[in-house]
């Protein structure tokens, strides 16, 4: 379970500096977050994507509307505000 934990903080690290390029075709930021394109984000990886622990925390649990310790792009969309340039 740590293994895969490290590795998804790993991957969602490294996906950070294509954020500008992606923000122009998912200006929510989702598919930066989700960076292996499996349609949902997990609480790991979304604090992982976020300056802010405790907003982000905060965050997931809004998003995570039916509680399932997973956002999909859906519930993301809904919560989550389009960023401005």
Not at 19 to 40: C, H
Not at 54 to 64: L, S
Not at 68 to 80: A, I
Request: net charge negative; charged share 25%.
């Amino acid at each position: 379970m740590r293994l895969i934990t490290a590795t998804a903080v790993i991957l969602a690290i490294l996906a950070a500096p294509m954020a500008v390029a992606a923000q122009e075709e998912d200006p929510r930021g989702f598919d930066l977050i989700d960076s292996q394109g499996k349609g949902y984000v997990t609480l790991v990886e979304y604090l992982a994507a976020m300056p802010d622990q405790a907003k982000a925390m905060e965050e997931f649990q809004i998003m995570d509307s039916n509680h399932d310790g997973m956002v999909t792009k859906e519930e993301f969309l809904v919560v989550k505000p389009v960023r401005r340039k």
